[in-house]
T-cell receptor
Framework: GAGVSQSPSNKVTEKGKDVELRCDPI?????LYWYRQSLGQGLEFLIY????????KSGLPSDRFSAERTGGSVSTLTIQRTQQEDSAVYLC??????????????FGPGTRLLVL | QQQVKQSPQSLIVQKGGISIINCAYE??????FPWYQQFPGKGPALLIA?????SEKKEGRFTISFNKSAKQFSLHIMDSQPGDSATYFC???????????????FGSGTRLSIRP
């Protein structure tokens, strides 16, 4: 596709249930990022992938959060035993990762998660 | 030391006026400073970016002013229009800091409203 796509666009779940959020990066982009944006707030970094490996997981807020990336492409962010404070917009971005920095991150439209 | 501090949190400007958003950073290893624009319901998108070897960059009505010694940079929107109403994020990255891809540190965002 032409841009980063995310699914679902909206997700409503009950407290305690598990959810999976999907990100399809731009073809050829080796770097992939997950962010969380709470209502009216800034971007909270969660995790970054280079290829299929995740050299930086420092932003994951708890062990209920995990992410994987397969084939250097699609990534899935999983939240187990969701809590109401997990309600937010989860944004995915990708970049070329040429190794010289100054790379633009291209964002998807986000998944709006509401935990009841 | 990895933070990027952004102000103001919100800003209201009359149509035709100049919108100014300020950011400051601590880590001198940052070497790339992008600004992202986010409309409601959308992911952020790159607006304009600057490297620290120049003091100003202009693209249309948007200008970044960069003060390396003060470790500050700002976004100026000239002749502000209602269509500029969005949330703006400053950011910083440093390819020497974060492996081969550009981990970007985002500011907390400024919600800009342009009054007709």
């Amino acid at each position: 596709g032409a841009g980063v796509s995310q699914s679902p666009s909206n997700k409503v779940t009950e407290k305690g249930k598990d959810v999976e959020l999907r990100c399809d990066p731009i073809s050829g982009h080796t770097a992939l990022y997950w962010y969380r944006q709470s209502l009216g707030q800034g971007l909270e970094f969660l995790i970054y992938f280079q290829g299929n490996s995740a050299p930086d997981k420092s932003g994951l807020p708890s062990d209920r959060f995990s992410a994987e990336r397969t084939g250097g492409s699609v990534s899935t962010l999983t939240i187990q035993r969701t809590q109401q404070e997990d309600s937010a917009v989860y944004l995915c971005a990708s970049s070329l990762a040429t190794g010289v920095g100054q790379e633009t991150q291209y964002f998807g439209p986000g998944t709006r998660l509401l935990v009841l | 030391q990895q933070q990027v501090k952004q102000s103001p949190q919100s800003l209201i400007v009359q149509k035709g006026g100049i919108s100014i958003i300020n950011c400051a950073y601590e880590n001198t290893a940052f070497d790339y400073f992008p600004w992202y624009q986010q409309f409601p319901g959308k992911g952020p998108a790159l607006l304009i970016a600057i490297r620290p070897d120049v003091s100003e960059k202009k693209e249309g009505r948007f200008t970044i002013s960069f003060n390396k010694s003060a470790k500050q940079f700002s976004l100026h929107i000239m002749d502000s229009q209602p269509g500029d109403s969005a949330t703006y994020f400053c950011a910083a990255s440093g390819h020497l800091l974060y492996s081969s891809a550009s981990k970007i540190i985002f500011g907390s965002g400024t919600r800009l409203s342009i009054r007709p």
